[in-house]
């Protein structure tokens, strides 16, 4: 079993910062990578950044220059530093892990439970 949980959501004012937080728990054999995705209300989720244990990352073009993922691998943790935020920006921010279970053979994605962002005008 693999426990992700997110935190650093929150309300903010447009052309502010966040930082979101995600550290995947439990009886993990392995990591591959780790990502932020986003669902806003009415929209299908989306990615916003990946990064792999290697360092590896990707971002979604609405959010390339302004948001930052990183890792800190020993603490299997990933960060989403989020800039000049705008109200476009507003979703539930989703953790997602990719996995390997101590009692799995292959990998598996595990989702945390989402923290909101709400970006005010």
Same mark, same amino acid.
């Given at each position: 079993?693999v426990q992700?949980?997110?935190?650093?959501g929150?309300?903010v004012?447009?052309?502010?910062?966040?930082r979101?937080?995600?550290?995947?728990?439990?009886t993990?054999?392995?990591?591959?990578?780790?990502? =932020?995705?986003?669902?806003?209300?009415?929209?299908?989720?989306?990615?916003?950044? /990946?990064?792999?244990?290697?360092g590896s990352?990707?971002?979604?073009?609405?959010?390339?220059?302004?948001? /930052?993922?990183?890792?800190?691998?020993?603490?299997?943790?990933?960060?989403?530093?989020?800039?000049?935020?705008?109200?476009?920006?507003?979703?539930?921010?989703?953790c997602?892990?990719?996995?390997?279970?101590?009692y799995?053979l292959? /990998?598996?994605?595990? =989702?945390g439970?989402? /923290?909101p962002?709400t970006?005010s005008?």
């Amino acid at each position: 079993q693999v426990q992700v949980v997110e935190s650093g959501g929150g309300l903010v004012q447009a052309g502010g910062s966040l930082r979101l937080s995600c550290a995947a728990s439990g009886t993990i054999f392995s990591i591959n990578a780790m990502g =932020w995705y986003r669902q806003a209300p009415g929209k299908q989720r989306e990615l916003v950044a /990946t990064i792999t244990v290697g360092g590896s990352t990707n971002y979604a073009d609405p959010v390339k220059g302004r948001f /930052t993922i990183s890792r800190d691998n020993a603490k299997n943790t990933v960060y989403l530093q989020m800039n000049n935020l705008t109200p476009g920006d507003t979703a539930v921010y989703y953790c997602k892990v990719v996995a390997r279970g101590s009692y799995r053979l292959e /990998t598996d994605d595990y =989702w945390g439970q989402g /923290t909101p962002v709400t970006v005010s005008s």
